[in-house]
T-cell receptor, first 113, second 117 residues
């Protein structure tokens, strides 16, 4: 699986949009971009994933650049409960793929009042 | 859909003892994964099952570790002769990987925190 690079930490004001970047310049055509977050002492929580199109769900939006070498996770109105470590993971799809998730260091997002 | 559950949530044991953790995946999910997370690090893959078959094991899974999923439903992870280095959060995840799906999504349980004294 391709490697990802994320800033180690970011701050965001409560109520503002949080934009978390991820670089995955070696991504290949059959690799998906997944985002998870982990609030202290809890299991990772799935947020969103995409292949090449932008995606939106009730939690967040995922913007993938046209060349697929980077992406941005957007939390439109961050709350204090969004304070967590956010992981960007690139993963091969398909029934026969190994499918384990390879977690890097993630971005520690601190939402401040 | 009650989510992935893990028991116990916390386990304290003495070095040299055996411990067993249980994971109940989301109903009808055919894949089940085990990960380990040490303090300050991201989770690391240990092993995964497709139904009852254990398909892949990480080199992190030493001979003291064994995992089973006997009927393709719940899974157990046993650590024999625990060492202080085994202290970590043990996470379970499940997914439904169908041949018709291009990718599957793993949903994690709350984890079991192991402390080896």
């Amino acid at each position: 699986d391709a490697k990802t690079t994320q800033p180690p930490s970011m701050d965001c004001a409560e109520g503002r949009a949080a934009n978390l970047p991820c670089n995955h310049s070696t991504i290949s055509g059959n690799e998906y971009v997944y985002w998870y977050r982990q609030i202290h002492s809890q299991g990772p929580q799935y947020i969103i994933h995409g292949l090449k199109n932008n995606e939106t769900n009730e939690m967040a939006s995922l913007i993938i650049t046209e060349d697929r070498k980077s992406s941005t996770l957007i939390l439109p109105h961050a709350t204090l409960r969004d304070t967590a470590v956010y992981y960007c993971i690139v993963r091969v799809g398909g029934f026969k793929a190994g499918n384990m998730l390879t977690f890097g260091g993630g971005t520690r997002l601190m939402v401040k009042p | 859909d009650t989510g992935v559950s893990q028991n116990p949530r916390h386990k304290i044991t003495k070095r040299g003892q055996n411990v067993t953790f249980r994971c109940d995946p989301i109903s009808e999910h055919n894949r089940l994964y085990w990960y380990r997370q040490t303090l300050g690090q991201g989770p690391e893959f240990l092993t995964y099952f497709q139904n009852e078959a254990q398909l892949e094991k990480s080199r992190l899974l030493s001979d003291r570790f064994s995992a089973e999923r006997p009927k393709g439903s719940f899974s157990t992870l046993e650590i024999q002769r625990t060492e202080q280095g085994d202290s970590a959060m043990y996470l379970c995840a499940s997914s439904n990987q169908l041949r018709t799906l291009r990718t599957d999504t793993q949903y994690f349980g709350p984890g079991t925190r192991l402390t080896v004294l």
